[in-house]
């Protein structure tokens, strides 16, 4: 059961995949990643700025202490110039971190750079082969929708065939109702509900027509076979009428047909 589930699940998914959408799929992504790689050049370059605002701030600082030093060593207060230096110091300090910082960042910001430069360019280069690759499936998948509406095997025209094969059959089989039903009421099988209801005698004049039409044709097939003229079939009168020919012909007297 799994493996009949399964394989009815791959057959399901490649009926639906979709080169294009696949291909569209992949460069979103792609986008995406480069939309992330443009952020992180974004996010270095505002720290590389921070740090840069950080070290203009703290050398200003150290050159203001570098002129309270001199100024406080003019006016003969060398504890002061000396405090002065000493806090310089420790700016200088800061300063050198900072300026390391700075190179790091500095680095890391071209590099990224970098990284999203080729990454554009690839990204570009996979758009181009991307609408190259549609451009062709969408023709393949025309041609190949044309080449099965002429021959009839893709499942829309095979649909429309078997669509005209059943109203053919079905239409068959209404008139091969239709003659028989015809026939049964003929032959007095079957009765006309229709209200035109036909008497014994009409039935029985009816069929003497229908023997009548077939002695004739008898005697015709006789007539070509033996080459001469066609006899008149006698046909038969029902019995029922005997009596009434009988009678209505006047009989002989006996001087008559000595005479």
């Not at 700075?102 to 430069?117: D, T, Y």
């Amino acid at each position: 059961m799994s493996m009949i589930f399964q394989a009815n699940s791959d057959k399901a998914i490649d009926k639906m995949d979709d080169p294009r959408e696949t291909l569209d799929y992949s460069y979103q992504t792609q986008l995406e990643l480069l939309q992330k790689v443009r952020r992180g050049v974004a996010d270095v370059a505002t720290s590389r700025k921070r740090v840069e605002l950080q070290l203009n701030q703290l050398q200003q600082s150290a050159d203001k202490l570098d002129r309270q030093a001199r100024d406080a060593l003019g006016g003969g207060r060398e504890d002061l110039a000396r405090e002065a230096l000493t806090r310089k110091s420790g700016l200088q300090q800061q300063l050198g971190d900072l300026q390391t910082q700075h190179a790091q960042l500095q680095g890391e910001e071209e590099k990224l750079v970098r990284a999203s430069q080729r990454l554009q360019a690839k990204v570009d280069a996979f758009r181009t082969r991307k609408e190259t690759i549609k451009a062709t499936y969408s023709a393949a998948e025309a041609q190949t929708r044309i080449n099965e509406a002429f021959t009839g095997i893709g499942e829309e025209m095979g649909d429309v065939g078997l669509a005209i094969q059943r109203a053919e059959d079905k239409t068959a089989q209404m008139q091969a109702r239709a003659g028989a039903v015809d026939e049964l009421i003929a032959s007095g099988v079957l009765e006309d509900q229709t209200g035109q209801t036909k008497d014994d005698i009409t039935l029985e004049l009816e069929r003497l027509a229908s023997t009548s039409d077939v002695e004739n044709e008898l005697a015709r097939m006789k007539a070509q076979l033996t080459g001469g003229p066609a006899a008149a079939p006698a046909i038969e009168q029902p019995d029922a009428a005997r009596p009434a020919q009988s009678a209505a012909q006047p009989q002989a007297e006996p001087g008559e047909a000595s005479r």
